[in-house]
C-alpha cells in the first residue's frame, strides 16, 4: 500500500512563491514518474507537470516557467516550487504515483490579495 500525503499550500499574495511537498510512503517511489495535478470546484483535475524516474520534466503552458517539479529519491519525495502565481492558479494540488490510482489528499493553494 503507497501513500502519498501533500503540504506546503496556503494562502500567498499574487507574485509570491509557494513550494509544495508530496511524501511518499514505501520503497516504490523511485521507479516512478510522479506528477502534480489540480483541481477548482466544478471542473476536472487538471495536469500540472510530471517529472520521470530520469529527471525529465514536463508542464502544463499555463506553468511553464513559472513553476519547477523535482524529486528527491533519497527521501521519497516530490516538490513543486510555484512562483509568480497568479489568481488563476487557486487550487487543491494533488501528487499522483506514475499512471496508478494512488493519489495523495490534496494541499489547498489559494492565491490572493
Known amino acids: 500500500q503507497v501513500q502519498l500525503v501533500e503540504s506546503g499550500g496556503g494562502l500567498v499574495q499574487p507574485g509570491g512563491s509557494l513550494r509544495l511537498s508530496c511524501a511518499a510512503s514505501?520503497?516504490?517511489?523511485?521507479?516512478?514518474?510522479m506528477g502534480w495535478y489540480r483541481q477548482t470546484p466544478g471542473k476536472q483535475r487538471e495536469f500540472v507537470a510530471t517529472?520521470?524516474?530520469?529527471?525529465?520534466?514536463n508542464y502544463a503552458d499555463s506553468v511553464k516557467g513559472r513553476f519547477t517539479i523535482s524529486r528527491d529519491n533519497a527521501k521519497n519525495t516530490l516538490y513543486l516550487q510555484m512562483n509568480s502565481l497568479k489568481p488563476e492558479d487557486t487550487a487543491v494540488y494533488y501528487c499522483?504515483?506514475?499512471?496508478?490510482?494512488?493519489w495523495g489528499q490534496g494541499t489547498q493553494v489559494t492565491v490572493s490579495s
Open positions: 499522483r504515483l506514475g499512471a496508478t490510482g494512488y
Open positions: 514505501g520503497n516504490i517511489f523511485s521507479r516512478y514518474t
Open positions: 517529472i520521470t524516474t530520469s529527471d525529465s520534466t
